[in-house]
């Protein structure tokens, strides 16, 4: 599904990215893991198209086309999602018009009409329940004032409400308390299925208990240095990530 090659990637002239190199299949739950400024948001902000990355060198391919030729909108339509692609807080816009005009959006490309509002508001309502959120978050604007608990379960409740082939989610755990990391994880694995793939950037261990990955990578210094099982995490856990940069060095 996704194959990303020898990517080299470059922020403001640093090279970030140095030669990463990754295969994910559909049916797959990759999680990315490794140290802080590692480059794992970066690759999954390049996977979805965020501006002021430049690419040097590699390709990255989804389905067989050209992701890097493709424009960010061009990527989300064809089901290439990373979790708050949105900007953090946008101020009078409701959560429930930006769900709607997002799956629209993609039906629309896709040569589906756009969903009758009956049909979208009872989807999203089993949605909601799904992650234990109150229909009051619909009328709110997106993510004003949300706690970080609810923004991260807002995250989640698009990737059910938009279903994407690719969902991408960078540090979905972080800031969660054991209930409410509970609930995302459950979010996030009903949206397991053949024709879908997952990547989870994490950098702790503790979410891959709730959501266990077929693959674990770890990134340091840009590329990918081990790739494993889930048990490959759990070492990790114990052993932290200094031995993996000293095993390759
Ligand atoms: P990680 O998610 O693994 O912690 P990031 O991908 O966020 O790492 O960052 C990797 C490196 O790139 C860090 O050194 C960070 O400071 C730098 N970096 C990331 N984004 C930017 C940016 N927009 N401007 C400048 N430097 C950046
Ligand atoms: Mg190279
Ligand atoms: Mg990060």
Redesign the pocket.
Known sequence: MLQVNDLHVS??G?E?LKGLTLTIKAGEVHAIM??????????S?VIAGKD??EVTQGTITFEGKDVLEMEIEERAQAGLLLGFQYPVEIPGVKNIYLLKSALNAQRVARGEGEMPAPEFMKLVKEKLGYMKMDASFLQRAVNEGFSGGEKKRNEILQMLVLQPKLAML??IDSGLDIDAMKIVADGVNSLRAEDRAILL?T?YQRLLDYIVPDKVHV?VD?RIVKTGDAELAKQLEANGYEGIEESVA
Do not use: C, R
């Not at 490794?34 to 690759?43: D, I, M, R």
């Open positions: 922020v403001e640093n970030i490794g140290p802080n400024g590692a480059g794992k948001s970066t690759l902000a002021g990355y960078d540090e950037v950098h990134l840009g």
